[in-house]
């Protein structure tokens, strides 16, 4: 049953069987695309060592496969940047101690040696296997069995970082903050680059926080606040506009900052304000305000809030 129902979510011209189902984000920044072709839209991203699930194997000379990711998204990914896997392959991955990075962008060298040759590029949420460490540096290695080393000052060993993981609101949008003037990438989920949703779903997974990608989906988990006044810093906020039938239309989200601020994607990472008597005041964004989404409390408490501790792709 489940083999039939990997076959019936691909797209005509896939392969009709496939010996490993799973696989490992293998470069920084994966793009996942709308159809199997560098050309075709992008339509979300996922970060170096995300366990993904592969429903099939584009069929046209050039491998690409079709990949789901822990937030339940799908899309077309180029065959170099995941590394296919068993499941038994990819349980010893998520079982083996990691690296977590925790600096906006980074590199892995060969050696432990900044004037090594380089092995990648790491951003914010990368999670590579941990090796060990030498001076100042941890040993890293890829899903792909490529190895190197990364400084301390810009990554953390998984048990350390859990150590002082911050959750509150406070830490949250320093985290978002820490991003202002990055620029709007459409589709893109990582510190090189960030739509409205995927500027949230970035900065919270900083905080080892999973929620669903799109902003109509996160409107729709945790509690919604309709009351303005009731907001509070680090709640979210949306914004779009509400269908004849009275259904919301949700086209863009942002965090809550407090006293009337709001920190977004658009166009680049910016605060705006919701009063006209503030120099952030963002008419365009307050005259589709609709609501706000209090997420925060009901992370592991529902169905599309957890963490990688419960989330399955990461605990299979």
Known sequence: ???????????????????????????????????????????????????????????????????QTPDSYTGWVHYAAITRMSFEE?????????????????????????GSATVSDV?????????????????VGFPDGRTGFVCKKIAKTEADWRKNLDRSAEAILASAQSMLGFPYLWAGMSSKGMDCSG???????????????????????????????????GDLVFFGRYREDGTPRVSHVGFYLGNGRFIHSMGLVQIGSFLPQDPNYDAYNTGRYLFGG???????????????????????
């Open 1 to 67: 049953m489940k083999k039939f129902i990997l076959l019936f979510l691909c797209s005509l011209g896939c392969l009709s069987a496939l010996a490993q189902e799973y696989g490992v984000v293998n470069i920084s920044v994966c793009n996942l695309r709308r159809t199997a072709d560098f050309d075709a839209e992008m339509v979300s991203q996922a970060l170096l060592g995300t366990p993904v699930h592969v429903l099939c194997i584009s069929d046209n000379g050039n491998p690409w496969p079709q990949v």
């Open 199 to 233: 500027f949230v779903r970035a900065t919270l997974f900083m905080h080892d926080i999973i929620i669903p990608r799109d902003a109509g989906p996160q409107s729709r988990v945790g509690q919604r606040i309709s009351d303005m006044n009731a907001l509070e810093p």
């Open 90 to 114: 990819y349980h010893a991955w998520n079982a083996a101690p990691k690296v977590v990075v925790t600096a906006l962008s980074g590199v892995v060298h060969k050696e432990a040696s900044a």
């Open 123 to 139: 951003v914010a949420g990368d999670r590579l296997k941990y090796l060990g460490k030498k001076g100042a540096w941890l040993k």
């Open 294 to 316: 209090r997420v925060l409390p009901y992370i592991d408490k529902e169905e599309g809030l957890n963490t990688t501790l419960t989330n399955p792709y990461y605990a299979e």
